[in-house]
């Protein structure tokens, strides 16, 4: 079946340490998105990706990091910079951008 | 820059009775909208968009929304609640200088059976 997967699923992270979330999908999409989810917040975009090897910072880009060297791949790097990582992070691909994402079923990301 | 605003925190209806989330936008431009559930714990599901045509657009598991380009709203309807329905649900507008969509806050729908 075609998707979008997410992991891992939980994820604890002490102060100081860089972490990668992984995103994969094998929709042939060309486009995929990172956005964090804080509680009564909605979703944010954190990175976002129209193409491979091309990739632009969305409206909380700072302390994160992408890479987008292959199609099926977007991984997301939480690095020591962002001092307040915790939270639920969705990444989504889309054939288009108008048209619907996809969304996985989510890394729940806490600081320890 | 575009933005979508959810006025109601949560909406609370019994099964069986119609539903309505609100949805206002404010885009430069044309308006591309669209509306996503989601389920604890969950990534979220696309239920429909618009992007032109017919002002009432059909979407996923009977649910639909009215544009109203003057009322700058795009508000979700469904004409019978199940209790199933109950979930966060998020508008979202296309940001057209970034080609990513903006989501609203989210309208949590609880149903009473």
């Known amino acids: 079946d075609g998707g979008i997967t997410q992991s891992p699923k939980y994820l604890f992270r002490k102060e100081g340490q860089n972490v990668t979330l992984s995103c994969e999908q094998n929709?042939?999409?060309?486009?995929m998105y990172w956005y964090r989810q804080d509680p009564g917040q909605g979703l944010r975009l954190i990175y976002y990706?129209?193409?491979?090897?091309?990739?632009q910072k969305g409206d909380i880009a700072e302390g994160y990091s992408v890479s987008r060297e292959k199609k099926e791949s977007f991984p997301l790097t939480v690095t020591s910079a962002q001092k307040n990582p915790t939270a639920f992070y969705l990444c989504?691909?889309?054939?288009?951008?108008?048209?619907?994402?996809?969304f996985g079923s989510g890394t729940r990301l806490t600081v320890v | 820059a575009q933005s979508v605003a959810q006025p109601e925190d949560q909406v609370n209806v019994a099964e069986g009775n119609p539903l309505t989330v609100k949805c206002t936008y404010s885009?430069?431009?044309?308006?591309?909208l669209f509306w996503y559930v989601q389920y604890p714990n969950r990534g979220l599901q696309f239920l429909l968009k618009?992007?032109?045509?017919?002002?009432l657009v059909k979407g996923s598991y009977g649910f639909e929304a009215e544009f109203n380009k003057s009322q700058t709203s795009f508000h979700l309807k469904k004409p019978s609640a199940l209790v199933s329905d109950s979930a966060l649900y998020f508008c979202?507008?296309?940001?057209?200088?970034?080609?990513?969509?903006?989501f609203g806050s989210g309208t949590r729908l609880q149903v009473q059976p």
């Open positions: 618009y992007i032109t045509g017919d002002n």
């Open positions: 979202a507008v296309r940001d057209t200088g970034r080609r990513a969509l903006t």
């Open positions: 885009v430069s431009g044309n308006p591309y």
């Open positions: 929709l042939n999409h060309d486009a």
């Open positions: 989504a691909s889309s054939v288009a951008d108008l048209d619907g994402y996809t």
């Open positions: 990706s129209q193409i491979v090897n091309d990739f």
